[in-house]
């Protein structure tokens, strides 16, 4: 379930965990990207820090070791874990973890925590479980690899990143940052990952728009899903869909479709619909010219007004800034 983060007081603070044969660029991108992540005070958003299985140093595949300030329990205080890519090791290898570090991922995300991985650190949320049935990337020279040691995660190589929610993957190296810098956008918007894109010296999209690199997420069917509603709602945002046409369309009662929904996506039917409308208009805004009533009606919040009132409570910005500090000068009158 994806927060909203932005609205915390307090840093929120992220994990990197590192494993042995850790990429040596995917280990320091959180902490530069993140660290640039400021209010108009200067205050930073988020506390980055490093942990490895036991507080042991790992080798990095740069030369160098790594020593942690922190074991496998700075995971239990994360709000956002991070998963650098590796090299070598049990999970690109063999498909496998550590017992304890398979047992705190998995214990981190089943409270909630959101979980990304850098490049091969795909590997790792995969031999963790988390994965499965679940869209994902990883770099692309390792797609084969991946496919036949995980063939029930949904790989898209082709795409930079891919936001499932409480679980982000991306492809290889710099495409961590455009994670990085996409997560930021969400938490704070597009002004703090525009400046933070800025003080890191790289863009804050990748040339022909960064919406275009985000795999929407489908989620898997089966019969006693809500998967094939979900879907076809995400196709009907523009209408008034209301609980009863949901759960009809799922051929469910509205009591058992509520509590297969929330089970399925952490999520009421309302606040999803919700989500899914507020993204979908932030889509629009960023890769089409519709004027902002439009823009509210095809994602079903019927009024200028009450898409204004949406992304200001969700990002704390009005559409046509929102569009102003996204897109690119020369894409906006």
């Known amino acids: 379930m994806r927060k909203n983060r ?5 840093q929120h603070r992220i994990a990197v965990l590192a494993l042995d044969h850790v990429v040596g660029l995917d280990l320091g991108t959180p902490s530069q990207i993140f660290g640039t992540a400021r209010d108009s005070d200067g205050h930073q958003f988020y506390r980055v820090d490093a942990c ?3 507080g042991l140093p790992v080798r990095s595949t740069a030369g160098f070791q790594m020593v942690p300030d922190h074991g496998l329990e700075l995971l239990e ?3 956002t874990i991070i998963v650098p890519g590796v090299h070598a ?6 498909g496998v973890l550590e017992p304890e570090v398979h047992r705190a991922l998995n214990t981190a995300y089943a409270r909630g925590v959101r979980i990304m991985s850098i490049c091969t650190g795909a ?3 995969a031999a963790a479980g988390l994965l499965d049935g679940r869209p994902a990337t990883t770099h692309w020279a390792y797609a084969e690899q991946f496919r036949r040691r995980h063939p029930d995660v949904r790989l898209s190589p082709e795409v930079l990143f891919v936001d499932d929610g409480n679980l982000l993957t991306s492809a290889g ?5 455009d994670l990085c810098l996409h997560v930021i956008r969400t938490d704070h918007g597009s002004a703090v990952a525009n400046r933070s894109a800025r003080r890191c010296v790289v863009p804050p999209w990748r040339d022909g728009g960064q919406a275009q690199y985000i795999e929407r997420p489908v989620p898997r069917v089966s019969d ?3 998967a094939t509603t979900r879907q076809w709602a995400q196709q009907h945002l523009h209408e008034p869909l209301t609980l009863r046409q949901l759960a009809g369309h799922a051929s469910m009662s509205v009591r058992t479709f509520t509590r297969r929904f929330r089970a399925e996506t952490g999520l009421s039917p309302a606040r999803w619909l919700l989500q899914q409308r507020t993204d979908h208009a932030r889509q629009l805004l960023e890769t089409t010219d519709l004027p902002v009533d439009q823009v509210a009606q095809q994602s079903g919040f019927g009024t200028a007004a009450a898409l204004r009132q949406q992304l200001h409570q969700h990002i704390g910005v009005s559409p046509t800034a929102y569009r102003r500090t996204f897109r690119h000068p020369a894409q906006v009158d």
């Open 77 to 79: 205080q994360a709000d």
């Open 173 to 177: 190296v710099a495409a961590g940052i």
């Open 89 to 94: 090791g049990p999970a690109l290898d063999e």
């Open 52 to 54: 490895t299985p036991g």
């Open 224 to 226: 006693a899903s809500t």
């Open 123 to 125: 590997f790792v949320l």
């Open 6 to 10: 932005a609205m915390s007081s307090r």
